[in-house]
């Protein structure tokens, strides 16, 4: 079975850092281009960043470039954000989604989310 | 920063035709942006309907279909029922890597 599960998230207090991981199982994790998406609870879909499939392209949304640092290991089939001077802003659930980019895969994969709370 | 609009609110009858659409506030929506559609219900992750455009989700129902209609990517749903009522999003390439999502539609069937 095809999934991803995020991990990670939690209570953490305003200008520090966290680092959230997502494990994928069950497909060719190398076929998919990556990407973490966020939502405050009750509003709608952010995209946050993404990472090709060998980790040599990177983009962040304007909201957290240079704040935010999207990373991935094939070997270990894992896709990692670390996340510095968090902001109250941030709050929210992270979503872990991945994207078939080759020919011997197809559609798309969503985790069930990890909640990040920033907060004093 | 380029905003991508959607409908905030839509209704259809149950069995009847809807479009949603999206957009872009500068610009076209094309095939060559890649354009998602995914539905969300309260305490779920969202669900992938629309890849790249037209491409239906496995498991998908084929009421679900995806276009471009003139500027913009559209998401149509013939002969809606119930269990459609939800909030739609799309998502829209912007090129060199990013992405961006639409506000969102909520959808009631009634």
């Known amino acids: 079975e095809m999934q991803l599960v995020e991990s990670g998230g939690g209570l953490v207090q305003p200008g520090r850092s966290l680092r959230l991981s997502c494990a994928a199982s069950?497909?060719?994790?190398?076929?998919?281009?990556m990407h973490w998406v966020r939502q405050v609870p009750g509003k709608g879909l952010e995209w946050v960043t993404g990472i090709n499939w060998n980790g040599d392209t990177k983009g962040y949304a304007d909201s957290v470039e240079g704040r935010f640092t999207i990373s991935r290991d094939n070997a270990k089939n894992s896709l990692y954000l670390e996340m510095t001077s968090l902001r109250v802003e941030d709050t929210a659930f992270f979503y872990c989604w991945a994207v078939c980019v080759s020919t011997t895969c197809s559609g798309d994969l969503w985790g069930q989310g990890t909640l990040v709370t920033v907060s004093s | 920063q380029t905003v991508v609009t959607q409908e905030p609110s839509l209704s259809v009858s149950p069995g009847g035709t809807v479009t949603l659409t999206c957009g872009l506030s500068?610009?076209?929506?094309?095939?060559?942006?890649?354009p998602g559609w995914f539905q969300q219900t309260p305490g779920q992750p969202p669900r992938t309907l629309i890849f790249s455009t037209r491409t239906r989700s496995s498991g998908v129902p084929d009421r679900f279909s995806g276009s471009i209609l003139g500027n913009k990517a559209a998401l149509t749903i013939t002969g809606a029922q119930a269990e459609d009522e939800s909030v739609y999003f799309c998502?829209?390439?912007?090129?060199?890597?990013?992405?961006?999502f639409g506000g969102g539609t909520r959808l009631t069937v009634l």
């Open positions: 069950g497909f060719s994790f190398d076929d998919f281009a």
């Open positions: 998502v829209v390439s912007m090129g060199s890597g990013t992405w961006v």
């Open positions: 500068s610009g076209s929506v094309s095939s060559s942006d890649h």
